[in-house]
Nanobody
Framework: QGKPVESGGGSVQAGGSLRLSCKASGFTGSGNCVAWFRQAPGKQREGVAGFSTNAGDTYYSNPVKGRFTISQDVSQELVYLQMNSLELEDTAIYYC???????????????????WGKGTLVTISS
């Protein structure tokens, strides 16, 4: 199990879409949680979406529910975050986090995730 690696960030206009990828080697088998967090300037890091590999359960925070979709490609060891209907408030650095304990999914507790990527910047403009 190594640190996750994010990709796919960039700039897009409000209302647009973007897909982030997380290479989560060693975390796509059963019993893991891979999640996306984000941190906007001057704000605390917050949970966005989580994927439990036990049964494929997904978790979303209220601000993104209905707009973002988290999914997994087991063969590629990738976890995607498809972001649609992007809003100015979605501007942040997005981090992929992984933990070999599937129950942490949905807790949104940063202290429970031991493996973090370096983040990828998403900028939404008007």
């Amino acid at each position: 199990q190594g640190k996750p690696v994010e990709s796919g960030g960039g700039s897009v206009q409000a209302g647009g879409s973007l897909r982030l990828s997380c290479k989560a080697s060693g975390f796509t088998g059963s019993g893991n949680c891979v999640a996306w967090f984000r941190q906007a300037p001057g704000k605390q890091r917050e949970g966005v979406a989580g994927f439990s590999t036990n049964a494929g359960d997904t978790y979303y925070s209220n601000p993104v529910k209905g707009r973002f979709t988290i999914s997994q490609d087991v063969s590629q060891e990738l976890v995607y975050l498809q972001m649609n209907s992007l809003e100015l408030e979605d501007t942040a650095i997005y981090y992929c986090a992984a933990e070999p304990r599937s129950w942490v999914c949905g807790t949104w507790s940063t202290s429970r995730f031991r493996y973090w990527g370096k983040g990828t910047l998403v900028t939404i403009s008007s």
